[in-house]
C-alpha cells in the first residue's frame, strides 16, 4: 500500500471546528486507499499557555520535565483526532511516541529523530487503520521524552516520510503554500509553485515562517519530496523538492525580512589579535547566536568599531555579557532593535552575475541605506531599518520580476 | 527507608501557587529522610475542559482515546511538580504510568490497578530522589492508555502504598479531614479522627465526596491505613484504618446526603412474576444504576407501583428505555428529581438496636415524609424532598449526639 504522511500544524487544528475539517480531509486520503499517517502539532496556544506555567515555577525550569510537560499538547490533538476519525466510522487510533516507538537523540527541547520503529504502525495500517501519531516529540535511551524544539512537528513528518518510504508527505498549515514574499508585507506575493531544499532552506531560516529549518535539511538530507498546503482552502500548495534546481525562470525565487533582530554596535574597541574571539565567546558559551557581523577597518591601528546582529530576546543578555567581559577594552555599546534583515534567495544567483549590485543599485535608489551586509551561495541578506521593510520588499520584488 | 505516599487532588494543585505549596510540603516529608512517592491528580478544571471537547466532536467519544486525552492532565500536573521541586533544589523526576509502568485491567475509563513494577522507582527513590508518578492512570496488557475512572488518583495511591509497602499514605485534599457530615449542610459537623474503612466506603459511596469508593475498597482489601488532610492548612487529618471497628462511643459515625438522585415510579405496572427483571434489564445492559427500590404490594393481585432511584444523569435514557420495553404494562412513568438520600452510617448499629426506629422518629417529629427506605449492616438511607436535607441532617446529628 502506498503510504501517506499528513501533517497538521497548529492552527489546523486550532479549534474543534478545524479537527473536524482535518478530519475530513484525512478521510478523502483513506478513500482513495492510501495508507495515511496523520502526525498533528498541539492545539495553537496550548504550547504557549504551559510555557507561561513553567516561568512562573522557575526562571530555568529543567529541561526534561518541560519536555515532559509540552509534549502534552500533542497527546491531547492525536486523541481528539482520534476520536473524531472513529466517530466517523473510520478505524483510528492515537499513537504516544513511546508506543511506536520513535527514538531520539540530543538534549531535551532540542532532540532529533534517529530512529523509527515500523511494526506496529505498519500493522496497524495493514490492517485499515489511521494512525494518528504524536509530532514534535519522541524517546531517548532512557526511555524519557524529548521534544524536538519549536516547530518540531515538521521534523517529525518529515522522518516518518523517511522511515516509511512515504509516496508522499502533506505539511497543511495556515498559508497556502510557500509565497515569493510574507502577503502581510507586499501585496503583490504570488505563491511559489515548486521550489528546491536549499532555497526553501534559506528561506525558513531567514524569516519565512512556514517550515521549521531542520525538518527542511532533513528532507534534502533524505531527499523526501514535501508540498506546503493550507487545511482551510483546497488548493495547490508548493512543492519542495530537488537539490539546488530553479524551477522557473527567475534568477530570484523569494524574498524575506525578519522582525526580531537586534543590532548591536560596539565602538572603540582596542584592536589585538582575538578581539573578536574574546567578544563573541562568552556569547557562544550562553547559547547567543550571532548572526551578521561587520568589523570596521581600524583607522589609527588601535581602535576598531565591532557590528553584529543577534536575536532581540537575547538583546540584554548580550549587553550583560559584553559589560562584565574582562578581556575587552571599548568605550561605548550601542544596542538597536530596530532593524530587520532583508533577504533574497534564489539558486539562480549561482549563475548570474551581478545579482549584488543589481540589489544595492535597488535600495539606493529607494535611499534605504545598508547596515550589515551577509552573502551565501543563494542568497544575500542586507540589515535595514525596520521602517523601511516593506518599500525595501516592494522595490526587491519589481527589480527582480517576482511581481 | 521508610516510604511514605503523598496524593494531591485537583485542588490542592489547582493553581501555580498551590503547586508550590505542595511543592513545599513533599519538602517536609523529605527533610525527615523518608523515601517520598508523589501522585497527584490533573489540575482542577483541567479534566472537566477535556471533557467537554470530546463531547463536541462526538456522542460516543471513542473509550481508549478518552483515555488519552485525560491523562494527559496529570503528566501536566507532573511535569510541574517535579520542575518546582528541581526548582527548590531537590532530586526529582516526573514517571508517566508507561515508565514505571504501572500496569492495569478492565474496561477504558474503569480499569484497576493490578501490578506495579517498583524496580526504576525504588532505584529512584534510593538514589535520593521523589518520584512524582501520574496518578489515574496506567497501561493494559496492549500497551495503551486506560484510566481509572472519577476520583481514580485515590486509588493509585493505594496501590502505590500497596506495592511499596508504604509506612504511611496521605490524601491531600481541599478539606482537613472526613466530617460527620458534610460542613456545608450542617454547622455542627466535626472532624472524625478515626474510621473505619467499611464506614469510609458507605459514607464515600453514599454522598461524602472526599474519597473514591474504589480506592477505599483497595485500602480495605490490603489493608492499608490511610490519612485524608489538608494541603491547605496544617492540621491532624482523619485516619481511615481497621475492619468494622468502633473508634468512638458513637454509635453512628456519620451522615451523608446525595444531590442527584432520580426518583422513577411506574404506575400501574401489570404485576406478573418476573415484571422487576424485565424492567431492570434493559436498564443494567446500559450501565444504568438502579439504587434503592420499592415495589408496592399488589392490591387487587394485578396491578402493583414500583419505585426506584437513580442518577439524576441517567433520567431521561431510564424513561426512554422503560418507553420503549415491549414486555412491560404500565399505566403512568413519573420522574422526580427533587429528591435526596440521606443515610446514617456506623459500625455501632450491629450491636445497638433501635436505631431504625430511633432514625424514622426522629424525621416523623420534624414532619419529614421517607419515601424509599434501604438499610445494610452498617447504615440506614432514607429518600427524602431535597428541600428537607439539612432539617433531616440538623434533627439526625442531635439524636445520634454528634453535635
Known amino acids: 500500500m502506498k503510504i501517506i504522511v499528513l501533517k497538521f500544524g497548529g492552527t489546523s487544528v486550532g479549534s474543534l471546528e478545524r479537527i473536524k475539517k ?14 495515511v499517517i496523520v502526525v498533528p502539532s498541539a492545539m495553537s496556544g496550548t504550547t504557549n499557555e504551559l510555557i507561561k506555567k513553567t516561568l512562573e515555577l522557575s526562571n530555568n525550569f529543567d529541561a526534561s520535565e ?41 538534549p531535551y527541547g532540542g532532540s532529533r529523530i534517529n530512529k523509527i520503529n515500523k511494526n506496529r504502525i505498519l500493522k ?33 513528518a518529515i522522518m516518518l516520510s523517511k ?10 498549515t495556515d498559508v497556502d503554500g510557500v509565497y515569493t514574499t510574507d502577503p502581510r508585507n507586499h501585496s503583490k506575493a504570488k505563491k511559489i509553485n515548486k521550489i528546491s531544499y536549499d532555497e526553501m532552506l534559506e528561506m525558513a531560516s ?42 522557473s525562470d527567475k534568477i530570484i525565487t ?8 537586534s543590532k548591536v554596535t560596539i565602538i572603540g574597541v582596542k584592536d589585538k589579535p582575538g578581539v573578536a574571539a574574546s567578544i563573541f565567546k562568552p556569547l557562544f558559551l550562553n547559547h547567543i547566536n550571532v548572526d551578521m557581523v561587520v568589523q570596521n577597518i581600524s583607522l589609527n591601528g588601535k581602535e576598531t568599531d565591532l557590528t553584529f546582529t543577534i536575536k532581540s530576546e537575547d538583546a540584554n543578555k548580550t549587553k550583560k555579557l559584553i559589560n562584565q567581559n574582562k578581556k575587552i577594552l571599548y568605550r561605548k555599546l550601542t544596542c538597536d532593535k530596530n532593524v530587520s534583515k532583508v533577504s533574497i534567495i534564489g539558486v539562480g544567483m549561482i549563475t548570474t552575475p551581478g545579482i549584488t549590485y543589481r540589489m544595492f543599485q535597488a535600495l539606493a535608489i529607494k535611499k534605504i541605506n545598508i547596515m550589515v551586509i551577509s552573502t551565501s551561495e543563494i542568497k544575500i541578506s542586507v540589515l535595514i531599518s525596520n521602517k523601511l521593510v516593506k518599500k525595501a520588499i516592494a522595490v526587491l520584488h519589481k527589480e527582480f520580476k517576482l511581481d
Open 22 to 35: 482535518v478530519a475530513k480531509i484525512i478521510a478523502t486520503y483513506k478513500k482513495k486507499k492510501l495508507g
Open 163 to 172: 522511515f516509511f518510504k512515504a509516496h508522499e508527505c502533506n505539511i497543511y
Open 206 to 247: 531567514l524569516g519565512a515562517k512556514v517550515m521549521q529549518p531542520t525538518a527542511v535539511q532533513d528532507a534534502k538530507l533524505n531527499n523526501i519530496n514535501f508540498s506546503v498546503k493550507s487545511s482551510f482552502i483546497k488548493k495547490k500548495g508548493t512543492l519542495i523538492t530537488g537539490n539546488n534546481k530553479a524551477f
Open 66 to 106: 518541560y519536555d515532559v510537560l509540552l509534549s502534552s499538547g500533542e497527546q491531547i490533538a492525536c486523541a481528539l483526532i482520534a476520536g473524531r476519525l472513529k466517530h466517523l466510522g473510520y478505524k483510528a487510533r492515537s499513537w504516544m511516541s513511546w508506543q511506536v516507538p520513535i527514538l531520539t537523540e540530543g
Open 254 to 261: 523569494g524574498i524575506t525580512s525578519t522582525k526580531n533582530d
Open 124 to 156: 496497524f495500517i495493514n490492517s485499515g487503520g489511521i494512525p494518528v501519531i504524536t509530532g514534535f516529540q519522541g524517546i531517548n535511551s532512557e526511555n524519557r521524552i524529548t521534544t524536538l524544539g519549536r516547530g518540531g512537528t515538521d521534523a517529525s
